[in-house]
């Protein structure tokens, strides 16, 4: 079986319990929403300084959404002892990683749909135009950040303090990816030059070719026992 | 079968007959690096005294990173050879690491205030001295829950050699940010005066020095704990420990 049919075994998987539940994904929507609300209450002064602050709004709530939605879809593995179940298929390990990743990828998506709406209307923002660009920095952003996240989610859960553990040592890891979305977003929405925007995409395309890469290699020594 | 506990060699514990040798330089170091900072080189005609934090923060900040980088090598090591060996100079790393950052994060903010006028400045130096701070804090965090089994040891050895891949990105990254705005402030201004030189020079082999027995020592004792846990393990094993 080759990696990418093996991970895609595992992603249908996931993606089977999320249709039958919608645990992950409405959670997190939720979660997400009220991330928005509260900081748009917190930070919203006027509609010249929306444009400033929406894109952190944004990126926070992603931030913190996807650190639930993967402590939540690794903490269904843990259940009934399912990871060694996982482990001990007769797929490639990174299969189990690349799997678990595109479903993470697949839930943030559906949330980043409504957040982004969420976010235009509550700092009031204009986003034709720039909804394509957008969405490429936010794919771009949600790779990293899954990426790394799956990787400490898949060791996170087996530990003691698991949920805390995963958002302390995920946090740091991926701030740069955060800062190079929000810098982005805000130069976008401020309707700054592509070459600009350009240079972001660089860095954010940097940060996810390494800790993809970086992620595939090391699933198997860190995880399996 | 295995010998009895009375006639077992491997119980001594690993011996450091340079490790006295080290203690002593360092203590003649630092007697020279403080004459050196305070008797010698001269005050600096603006900051006056303050300038003198500098000897400290610049050398602890090399110090910090002499650590983490001896830290995530070790994990990698550790994570490839599973060697508890490896673990042990890992979290020596890291903690002397992060004891320097602490060092670093106060020095700095202390110095900035005069020097700058601020107490934090978005620099990329400063930005990423901090966020790789909060990886290795985080690291300590996961190292110092009461039980620590396999998993965590095996997630901290993640997690050094990610905040080392993180850390060029994190620098770029800032850079960019803060490149676009012509206001910000970099670095310590102007060069040093030859004055000031040979303090700084004996400083930052002072912080060598010191990095280098903290780390050592700080592994011996991670060394010795895993070989005290082996033979509690063991005696529980021969049913030494039920009694009471």
């Known amino acids: 079986m080759t990696l990418l049919s093996a991970a895609w075994l595992v992603l249908r998987k996931d993606l089977q319990i999320e249709l039958r539940t919608g645990e992950v994904v409405v959670t997190t929507a939720l979660f997400a929403t009220l991330v928005a609300v509260l900081t748009s209450l917190s930070f919203y002064v006027d509609d010249q300084s929306a444009r400033l602050v929406a894109p952190g709004v944004l990126w926070i709530a992603v931030a913190f959404a996807g650190v639930l939605a993967m402590s939540r879809s690794w903490s269904r593995e843990r259940e009934n002892d399912a990871f060694r179940a996982l482990l001990l298929a007769p797929i490639p390990r990174a299969a189990i990683y690349i799997g678990k990743t595109l479903g993470t990828l697949t839930f943030l998506a559906i949330v980043e749909c409504a957040l982004v709406l969420e976010v235009a209307v509550l700092f009031n923002l204009d986003l034709r135009g720039i909804a394509g660009a957008l969405a490429g920095l936010l794919a771009l952003g949600t790779v990293g950040f899954a990426a790394t996240g799956n990787l400490f989610a898949a060791m996170g859960v087996r530990t003691g303090a698991r949920d805390l553990v995963l958002a302390v040592a995920l946090f740091p890891v991926i701030a740069p990816a955060l800062l190079c979305g929000v810098v982005a977003t805000r130069e976008l929405i401020g309707g700054a030059p592509m070459h600009e925007i350009w240079a972001w995409v660089r860095i954010l395309a940097a940060f996810d070719v390494a800790f993809v890469t970086a992620g595939m290699f090391l699933f198997e020594p860190l995880v399996c026992d | ?244």
């Not at chain 2, 042990?88 to 700058?116: N, Q």
């Open chain 2, 1 to 244: 079968m295995t010998q009895p506990l009375s006639q077992r060699t491997d119980t001594q514990g690993p011996v450091f007959p340079w490790l006295p040798l080290l203690v002593v330089a360092c203590a003649l170091c630092l007697c020279a690096t403080l004459y050196e900072i305070f008797g010698v080189a001269p005050v600096e005609l603006q900051m006056g005294i303050v300038q003198k934090i500098f000897y400290f923060h610049v050398p602890s900040a090399y110090a910090m990173y002499l650590g983490f980088t001896v830290s995530a090598v070790a994990s990698a090591v550790f994570l490839a050879t599973r060697n508890e060996r490896w673990d042990a100079i890992a979290i020596a790393g890291a903690e002397v690491g992060s004891l320097f950052c602490l060092v670093v994060l106060v020095t700095g903010p202390l110095w900035a205030r005069k020097a700058w006028g601020t107490f934090w400045t978005w620099d990329p130096r400063l930005t990423t001295t901090l966020l790789a701070g909060m990886v290795f804090f985080a690291y300590l965090v996961l190292r110092s829950f009461g039980s620590v089994g396999e998993v965590e040891k095996r997630f901290a050895a993640g997690l050094a050699v990610f905040g080392l891949l993180d850390l060029p990105i994190i620098h770029f990254s800032v850079q960019r940010w803060r490149g676009t705005h012509p206001t910000v402030i970099t670095g310590n201004g102007g060069g040093l005066h030859p004055d000031m030189r040979p303090a700084l020079f004996i400083s930052f082999f002072l912080f060598t020095l010191l990095a280098a027995l903290l780390i050592w020592q700080r592994a011996r004792i991670e060394r010795l704990r895993q070989r005290y846990e082996a033979l509690e393990i063991e005696a529980a094993e021969r049913g030494l420990l039920e009694e009471t």
